[in-house]
Structure formats: C-alpha cells, structure tokens
C-alpha cells in the first residue's frame, strides 16, 4: 500500500516494490514515499507500456531515484535502468543469467528466488 509522490508532477504512483533509505520517508503515518533509491514494477500484458514509458518518466524526475526496474514474469527476465554519474539511465539486462543485481540496495538476488513461486512461463 506505499504510494511514491512526485511533487514536481504532482503525481502519485504504486510501486509493486520501493526502496527509500532516507530519513525524510520514515514519518509513522505517512504512506507516501518521496526519496526512493530502488522502484520495481511487475509488468503485465495492461501495463507494460505505461510501466515503460510514461511512468518512468514520472519516476525520472526522483533525483534520489538510482535503479528502476521492470520484472517480466512470462519471459523470466529482469531489467534494472541505472542513473549514472552522469545523470543517464543505462539498462542492464539480466535475461538468461543465474541472478539479478540491485546495484542501489546493494543486493544480489538468484533468479530461482526472484521466481520460486510463479508458474513455469506461458509457451
């Protein structure tokens, strides 16, 4: 039930997964969170094009934002984007590898964990 509020946009979204290592997001009540370090999202067949598209953007304008990444149970495969140094977002693929890293949290996570209980992939 953590929301994520973009002031800038004025916009509230619903993260599947959100990190915040900031003080700022640890109020007793308060279920939005407005620093995160680490957004996941779970893409399906109705969300996978705004989960990509306009609601990265609107993550985008986070600047504690670091990692964002889209989780394709059909395809077992993991997508992280990376702000760098920079300020560009890199993907990095982890499709077909033994595990995924969340450079952010500084988490490594195995595939046969990330999927354990999730139906075999659809033919």
Request: aromatic share 8%; glycine share 6%.
């Amino acid at each position: 039930g953590t929301k994520v509020r973009i002031e800038a946009a004025d916009a509230v979204l619903y993260p599947d997964v959100v990190v915040s290592c900031d003080a700022r997001d640890r109020g007793p009540e308060d279920r939005f969170l407005s620093h995160p370090v680490l957004v996941v999202e779970v893409l399906s067949e109705n969300t996978v094009a705004y989960d990509r598209g306009p609601k990265f953007a609107l993550y985008r304008q986070l600047e504690s934002l670091r990692e964002y990444a889209l989780v394709d149970v059909d395809l077992r495969r993991v997508e992280t984007f990376r702000r760098g140094a920079d300020g560009h977002w890199v993907l990095h693929d982890f499709t077909g590898t033994p595990s995924v890293e969340f450079a952010s949290v500084g988490q490594t996570l195995p595939m046969t964990a990330l999927f354990e209980d999730v139906d075999p992939p659809r033919p």
